[in-house]
T-cell receptor, first 111, second 118 residues
Framework: QKEVEQDPGPLSVPEGAIVSLNCTYS??????FMWYRQYSRKGPELLMY????GNKEDGRFTAQVDKSSKYISLFIRDSQPSDSATYLC???????????FGQGTELSVKP | SAVISQKPSRDICQRGTSLTIQCQVD?????MFWYRQQPGQSLTLIAT?????????ESGFVIDKFPISRPNLTFSTLTVSNMSPEDSSIYLC???????????????FGPGTRLTVL
Protein backbone atom coordinates (compact mmCIF):
# COMPACT_ATOMS: atom_id res chain seq x y z
CA GLN A 1 0.00 0.00 0.00
CA LYS A 2 1.32 3.44 -0.92
CA GLU A 3 1.68 5.95 1.88
CA VAL A 4 -0.39 8.48 -0.05
CA GLU A 5 -3.16 7.52 -2.46
CA GLN A 6 -4.62 9.91 -5.00
CA ASP A 7 -7.00 9.15 -7.85
CA PRO A 8 -5.06 9.96 -11.03
CA GLY A 9 -8.19 10.87 -12.99
CA PRO A 10 -8.41 12.32 -15.54
CA LEU A 11 -11.23 14.48 -14.20
CA SER A 12 -13.20 16.62 -16.64
CA VAL A 13 -15.69 19.26 -15.49
CA PRO A 14 -17.55 22.16 -17.11
CA GLU A 15 -16.50 25.72 -16.40
CA GLY A 16 -18.06 27.04 -13.19
CA ALA A 17 -18.30 23.63 -11.51
CA ILE A 18 -17.09 22.90 -8.00
CA VAL A 19 -14.15 20.51 -8.11
CA SER A 20 -13.24 18.16 -5.27
CA LEU A 21 -9.80 16.57 -5.24
CA ASN A 22 -8.88 14.07 -2.55
CA CYS A 23 -6.04 12.11 -1.04
CA THR A 24 -5.93 9.43 1.61
CA TYR A 25 -2.89 8.44 3.58
CA SER A 26 -1.79 5.69 5.91
CA UNK A 27 0.80 7.34 8.16
CA UNK A 28 -0.96 8.97 11.11
CA UNK A 29 2.24 10.90 11.92
CA UNK A 30 1.80 13.24 8.93
CA UNK A 31 1.23 16.79 10.19
CA UNK A 32 2.03 19.08 7.25
CA PHE A 33 -0.16 18.94 4.16
CA MET A 34 0.28 20.68 0.83
CA TRP A 35 -1.44 20.95 -2.50
CA TYR A 36 0.52 21.73 -5.62
CA ARG A 37 -0.67 22.65 -9.10
CA GLN A 38 1.46 21.62 -12.05
CA TYR A 39 0.84 22.89 -15.53
CA SER A 40 2.15 20.89 -18.45
CA ARG A 41 5.93 21.26 -18.83
CA LYS A 42 6.22 23.37 -15.66
CA GLY A 43 7.39 22.76 -12.12
CA PRO A 44 4.86 22.23 -9.29
CA GLU A 45 3.45 25.45 -7.81
CA LEU A 46 2.50 25.50 -4.13
CA LEU A 47 -1.23 26.29 -3.82
CA MET A 48 -2.15 25.53 -0.24
CA TYR A 49 -0.22 24.64 2.90
CA UNK A 50 -1.95 23.38 6.03
CA UNK A 51 -0.66 22.28 9.38
CA UNK A 52 -2.63 19.61 11.24
CA UNK A 53 -6.41 19.38 10.93
CA GLY A 54 -8.90 21.99 9.80
CA ASN A 55 -9.78 24.15 6.84
CA LYS A 56 -7.89 26.84 5.00
CA GLU A 57 -9.36 29.10 2.35
CA ASP A 58 -7.61 31.19 -0.28
CA GLY A 59 -9.82 32.76 -2.91
CA ARG A 60 -11.57 30.01 -4.86
CA PHE A 61 -9.51 27.29 -3.17
CA THR A 62 -10.27 25.54 0.11
CA ALA A 63 -8.08 22.87 1.67
CA GLN A 64 -9.47 20.51 4.28
CA VAL A 65 -7.58 18.09 6.49
CA ASP A 66 -9.31 15.37 8.49
CA LYS A 67 -6.60 13.60 10.43
CA SER A 68 -9.04 11.24 12.13
CA SER A 69 -9.98 9.83 8.73
CA LYS A 70 -6.52 10.32 7.21
CA TYR A 71 -8.14 12.23 4.37
CA ILE A 72 -7.39 15.58 2.77
CA SER A 73 -9.31 17.52 0.15
CA LEU A 74 -8.90 20.49 -2.13
CA PHE A 75 -12.05 22.25 -3.34
CA ILE A 76 -12.03 24.62 -6.29
CA ARG A 77 -15.08 26.87 -6.62
CA ASP A 78 -16.20 28.42 -9.89
CA SER A 79 -13.61 26.43 -11.80
CA GLN A 80 -12.00 28.09 -14.81
CA PRO A 81 -10.28 26.66 -17.90
CA SER A 82 -7.06 28.11 -16.47
CA ASP A 83 -7.43 25.65 -13.57
CA SER A 84 -6.75 22.79 -16.00
CA ALA A 85 -3.60 21.17 -14.63
CA THR A 86 -2.39 18.24 -12.56
CA TYR A 87 -2.97 18.64 -8.83
CA LEU A 88 -0.61 16.89 -6.45
CA CYS A 89 -1.16 16.37 -2.76
CA UNK A 90 1.91 16.08 -0.55
CA UNK A 91 2.55 15.61 3.13
CA UNK A 92 5.28 15.12 5.69
CA UNK A 93 5.76 14.23 9.31
CA UNK A 94 7.88 17.11 10.55
CA UNK A 95 9.37 20.37 9.40
CA UNK A 96 12.57 18.92 8.02
CA UNK A 97 11.14 15.64 6.87
CA UNK A 98 10.68 14.08 3.49
CA UNK A 99 7.71 15.26 1.46
CA UNK A 100 5.59 12.34 0.23
CA PHE A 101 3.57 12.97 -2.92
CA GLY A 102 0.37 11.50 -4.23
CA GLN A 103 0.20 10.36 -7.81
CA GLY A 104 -1.47 13.58 -8.98
CA THR A 105 -4.96 14.15 -10.44
CA GLU A 106 -5.22 15.54 -13.96
CA LEU A 107 -8.03 18.10 -14.12
CA SER A 108 -9.57 19.52 -17.27
CA VAL A 109 -12.08 22.39 -17.06
CA LYS A 110 -14.04 22.73 -20.28
CA PRO A 111 -15.33 26.17 -21.39
CA SER B 1 7.49 32.62 -2.54
CA ALA B 2 11.13 31.81 -3.11
CA VAL B 3 12.08 31.93 -6.78
CA ILE B 4 14.04 28.95 -8.01
CA SER B 5 15.75 28.84 -11.39
CA GLN B 6 17.35 25.88 -13.12
CA LYS B 7 19.80 25.56 -15.97
CA PRO B 8 19.53 24.06 -18.51
CA SER B 9 15.78 23.97 -19.03
CA ARG B 10 16.16 21.02 -21.34
CA ASP B 11 18.85 18.95 -23.00
CA ILE B 12 19.29 16.00 -25.30
CA CYS B 13 22.31 13.89 -24.43
CA GLN B 14 24.08 10.82 -25.73
CA ARG B 15 24.27 7.58 -23.81
CA GLY B 16 27.33 7.38 -21.57
CA THR B 17 27.77 11.11 -21.10
CA SER B 18 27.08 13.21 -18.01
CA LEU B 19 24.99 16.34 -17.48
CA THR B 20 25.20 18.82 -14.62
CA ILE B 21 22.04 20.71 -13.70
CA GLN B 22 22.31 23.96 -11.78
CA CYS B 23 19.78 25.28 -9.27
CA GLN B 24 19.77 28.85 -7.97
CA VAL B 25 17.42 30.22 -5.30
CA ASP B 26 16.85 33.95 -4.91
CA UNK B 27 17.16 33.85 -1.12
CA UNK B 28 18.88 31.77 1.52
CA UNK B 29 17.02 28.55 2.18
CA UNK B 30 17.26 25.90 4.83
CA UNK B 31 16.99 22.77 2.76
CA MET B 32 17.40 21.96 -0.93
CA PHE B 33 16.23 18.81 -2.64
CA TRP B 34 16.45 17.10 -6.01
CA TYR B 35 13.49 15.19 -7.45
CA ARG B 36 12.86 13.16 -10.56
CA GLN B 37 9.54 13.10 -12.37
CA GLN B 38 9.11 10.56 -15.13
CA PRO B 39 6.43 11.12 -17.79
CA GLY B 40 2.94 10.93 -16.32
CA GLN B 41 4.30 10.08 -12.88
CA SER B 42 4.53 11.79 -9.54
CA LEU B 43 7.69 13.14 -7.97
CA THR B 44 10.40 10.88 -6.54
CA LEU B 45 12.96 12.31 -4.15
CA ILE B 46 16.53 11.62 -5.25
CA ALA B 47 18.41 13.29 -2.42
CA THR B 48 18.61 16.13 0.06
CA UNK B 49 21.44 18.53 -0.73
CA UNK B 50 23.23 19.45 2.50
CA UNK B 51 25.25 22.64 2.69
CA UNK B 52 28.85 21.86 3.52
CA UNK B 53 28.46 18.10 3.69
CA UNK B 54 27.57 15.10 1.57
CA UNK B 55 24.05 14.79 0.23
CA UNK B 56 21.59 12.35 1.77
CA UNK B 57 20.34 9.88 -0.84
CA GLU B 58 17.06 8.02 -0.95
CA SER B 59 16.83 4.30 -1.46
CA GLY B 60 17.63 3.42 -5.05
CA PHE B 61 19.80 6.47 -5.71
CA VAL B 62 23.59 6.52 -5.25
CA ILE B 63 26.23 9.21 -5.18
CA ASP B 64 28.24 7.74 -8.03
CA LYS B 65 25.27 8.06 -10.36
CA PHE B 66 23.86 11.35 -9.01
CA PRO B 67 26.63 13.41 -7.41
CA ILE B 68 25.30 16.55 -5.77
CA SER B 69 27.00 19.69 -4.58
CA ARG B 70 25.72 22.49 -2.37
CA PRO B 71 28.49 25.02 -1.83
CA ASN B 72 26.28 27.66 -0.17
CA LEU B 73 22.74 28.39 1.01
CA THR B 74 21.38 29.42 -2.39
CA PHE B 75 22.98 27.10 -4.96
CA SER B 76 23.14 23.39 -5.74
CA THR B 77 24.05 21.14 -8.64
CA LEU B 78 22.94 17.66 -9.62
CA THR B 79 24.98 15.60 -12.06
CA VAL B 80 23.44 12.70 -13.91
CA SER B 81 26.41 10.46 -14.70
CA ASN B 82 26.99 7.83 -17.36
CA MET B 83 23.50 8.39 -18.70
CA SER B 84 21.24 5.78 -20.27
CA PRO B 85 17.82 6.20 -21.92
CA GLU B 86 16.24 5.18 -18.57
CA ASP B 87 17.51 8.48 -17.13
CA SER B 88 15.25 10.43 -19.47
CA SER B 89 13.07 12.40 -17.10
CA ILE B 90 12.34 15.80 -15.64
CA TYR B 91 14.71 16.75 -12.83
CA LEU B 92 13.37 19.26 -10.32
CA CYS B 93 15.16 21.33 -7.73
CA UNK B 94 13.22 22.21 -4.58
CA UNK B 95 13.83 24.26 -1.44
CA UNK B 96 12.20 25.11 1.85
CA UNK B 97 12.03 28.65 3.21
CA UNK B 98 14.49 29.78 5.84
CA UNK B 99 13.39 29.87 9.48
CA UNK B 100 13.50 33.67 9.41
CA UNK B 101 11.23 34.01 6.39
CA UNK B 102 7.43 34.04 6.11
CA UNK B 103 7.74 31.00 3.87
CA UNK B 104 9.35 28.89 6.55
CA UNK B 105 8.49 25.23 6.14
CA UNK B 106 6.85 25.78 2.74
CA UNK B 107 8.50 23.86 -0.07
CA UNK B 108 8.92 25.36 -3.52
CA PHE B 109 10.01 23.93 -6.84
CA GLY B 110 12.01 25.11 -9.79
CA PRO B 111 10.70 24.84 -13.37
CA GLY B 112 12.53 21.57 -13.99
CA THR B 113 15.13 20.32 -16.45
CA ARG B 114 13.76 18.08 -19.17
CA LEU B 115 16.41 15.50 -20.03
CA THR B 116 16.29 13.16 -23.01
CA VAL B 117 18.98 10.50 -23.37
CA LEU B 118 19.43 8.90 -26.76
Amino acid sequence: QKEVEQDPGPLSVPEGAIVSLNCTYSNSAFQYFMWYRQYSRKGPELLMYTYSSGNKEDGRFTAQVDKSSKYISLFIRDSQPSDSATYLCAMRVDQGGKLIFGQGTELSVKP
Amino acid sequence: SAVISQKPSRDICQRGTSLTIQCQVDSQVTMMFWYRQQPGQSLTLIATANQGSEATYESGFVIDKFPISRPNLTFSTLTVSNMSPEDSSIYLCSATGNSGSKYYNEQFFGPGTRLTVL
